[in-house]
């Protein structure tokens, strides 16, 4: 595999070099990754019908990227410049995007704070640098293919001010032991929750999504908004623009409480749940463990889900059966 090897400065940045992993040099001063300053972003490489390989909004990617870099006190730097080297980079090292649709090339451009020097300060020098790995289903699932989901009240992923919005490591790390201990209770995820009204954030590290009759007896997909405890998902961003052009959906970005789940559940007007991401394109949800119940989302027993449809057009648009401005061909 080859690596982009990027020395980034305060104050400006050096073009990129494209060297082979084995004789990649480092900077002194990265031989002293700092502990505490790091962040990343998740894109894919998607090897099409017509054996053309393509990218999936990675504009958004770095102008997010950039923004969790302001917010960590690391450099900015030129998201354009780098889509031209991961793409030069994918040229490269093409065969390894699976001539598959069950799989694609995960990849991870990474910025790290150096310091030869321990202590939370801001830092001098940073290093970029992108990693790829072909990959393939993310998260078990049931037999019926949909995620049962744990919500534990007790345990929060994010809190106002902080960084729940941006891609960094340290939003990573602490739910290990939460997903963990849902494992062991026989669930796949956790969704998080927020506040004492058990608002809905995020599912595993992937946006909620959820599909209900309305008051007004319409269809309605709704996802809560970005108030800061969220990440701007690209899939999130792209599935509300897509739907949002379908007549016979109403769409919504609005927040939503477990009572207000348990109470459509019960009127019979929950249809699906599903996270939404990058990893695992959609994933529906069938069970929630919620305050020692078990609740039953009507998920897989919808005759036409919604959810199904955004994933077919998703994966239409990145293997190319479709032509779409969503997807950038690298040539």
Same mark, same amino acid.
């Given at each position: 595999?080859?690596?982009?090897n990027y ?5 400006g ?10 004789? #990649?040099?480092?900077?002194?001063a ?7 300053i ?15 390989i ?8 770095m102008?997010?990227?950039?923004l969790?870099a %302001? ?8 998201g354009?410049?780098l889509?031209?080297c991961?793409?030069? #980079?994918?040229q490269?090292?093409?065969?390894? *995007? ?7 090339l995960y990849?991870?451009?990474?910025l790290?704070?150096? $310091?030869?020097?321990?202590?939370v ?17 993310y998260?078990?699932t049931?037999t ?5 989901i744990f919500a534990?009240p007790?345990?929060?992923?994010a809190?106002p001010? /902080? *960084?729940?919005n941006r ?5 990573? =790390? ?11 209770? /026989?669930?796949h ?12 954030? $995020?599912? =595993?590290?992937?946006n909620?999504?959820?599909?209900y009759?309305n ?9 809560p908004?970005?108030? /800061?405890?969220?990440?701007? =998902?690209?899939?999130?961003r ?22 207000r789940?348990?109470?459509l ?5 929950l249809?699906?749940?599903? =996270?939404a ?14 305050? $020692? ?11 036409q889900?919604?959810?199904q449809?955004?994933?077919d ?7 190319? %059966?479709?032509d %779409? ?7």
């Amino acid at each position: 595999m080859l690596k982009i090897n990027y020395q980034v400065q305060l104050g400006g940045w050096q073009k990129p070099d494209i060297i082979p992993f084995e004789n #990649l040099s480092i900077h002194p001063a990265a031989k002293a990754l700092h502990y505490a300053i790091q962040l990343f972003e998740g894109m894919k490489a998607y090897r099409g019908v017509d054996d053309k390989i393509r990218l999936f909004r990675p504009d958004l990617n770095m102008r997010r990227m950039n923004l969790a870099a %302001h917010r960590s006190g690391l450099p900015i730097f030129n998201g354009e410049e780098l889509i031209k080297c991961m793409k030069r #980079l994918i040229q490269i090292d093409q065969e390894w *995007v699976p001539h598959s649709e069950s799989s694609t090339l995960y990849i991870r451009p990474t910025l790290i704070a150096t $310091e030869a020097t321990f202590g939370v300060m801001a830092p001098e020098s940073a290093l970029l640098f992108v990693v790829l790995s072909p990959v393939s289903a993310y998260y078990k699932t049931s037999t019926d293919g949909a995620v049962s989901i744990f919500a534990d009240p007790n345990v929060v992923r994010a809190f106002p001010g /902080g *960084v729940g919005n941006r891609k960094v490591g340290s939003n990573y =790390g602490p739910t290990i032991e939460a997903t963990t201990r849902a494992a062991q209770l /026989g669930h796949h995820q956790v969704l998080w929750l927020f506040g004492p009204d058990h608002q809905l954030t $995020e599912v =595993g590290a992937m946006n909620i999504f959820t599909v209900y009759i309305n008051e007004n007896g319409d269809k309605q997909l709704s996802t809560p908004p970005l108030n /800061g405890l969220i990440l701007p =998902g690209i899939t999130r961003r792209s599935i509300l623009e897509l739907a949002s052009q379908w007549e016979d959906l109403v769409v919504k970005e609005e927040t939503i409480t477990m009572d207000r789940v348990i109470t459509l559940n019960k009127q019979g007007r929950l249809l699906e749940m599903f =996270g939404a991401g990058t990893a695992a394109v959609i994933s529906p949800v069938s069970r929630i463990g919620f305050l $020692e119940n078990n609740i039953h989302i009507p998920t897989m027993q919808q005759a036409q889900p919604v959810f199904q449809r955004l994933k077919d057009t998703l994966l239409a648009i990145q293997y190319g %059966h479709i032509d %779409h401005p969503y997807s950038v061909i690298i040539s």
